[in-house]
């Protein structure tokens, strides 16, 4: 069952450190500034992008495998496409308890698969207007 409630967002607020796969080092991009704009609001933010050293003054890992600290939300950039491999990067870990994707990005299937395993699931939902909206 999909996260709707706007009880269920406030929850997956509450959690600290988010994974974000795809996140750029290109300020303007909304993979950068969404980002830049929830470790601004006292999220620790660990970045995801083979092909960035370093991004928002941290450490970029090359997958969510790589990542060494503790992940409670894995926020998702990438195309739809590609939400399946990295849904399955995350269930291979026990910390992450959300999978959020962007707006526009879907993949029912792989959302069903992290639903059994026990991981909750945000789809097609834009993280910084959710937290605007619920914790201003």
């Not at 894995?74 to 959020?100: C, K, L, T, Y």
């Not at 029912?108 to 059994?116: I, L, N, P, S």
């Amino acid at each position: 069952m999909p996260v709707e409630s706007d009880a269920e967002i406030g929850e997956i607020l509450d959690y600290d450190t988010i994974a974000v796969v795809g996140c750029s080092a290109s300020p303007g991009k909304e993979a950068h500034e969404i980002p830049k704009y929830m470790q601004a609001h006292g999220y620790e933010i660990v970045p995801v992008n083979p092909y960035a050293d370093e991004v928002l003054g941290r450490e970029a890992y090359d997958s969510l495998t790589d990542v060494e600290e503790s992940v409670d939300i894995v926020n998702v950039f990438r195309p739809s496409e590609e939400v399946a491999g990295i849904v399955d990067e995350a269930v291979e870990r026990d910390d992450v308890q959300v999978i959020w994707t962007q707006l526009g990005i879907t993949d029912d299937q792989a959302a069903e698969r992290a639903e059994d395993d026990g991981r909750r699931v945000v789809q097609d939902r834009c993280l910084k207007v959710e937290h605007q909206r619920l914790k201003p």
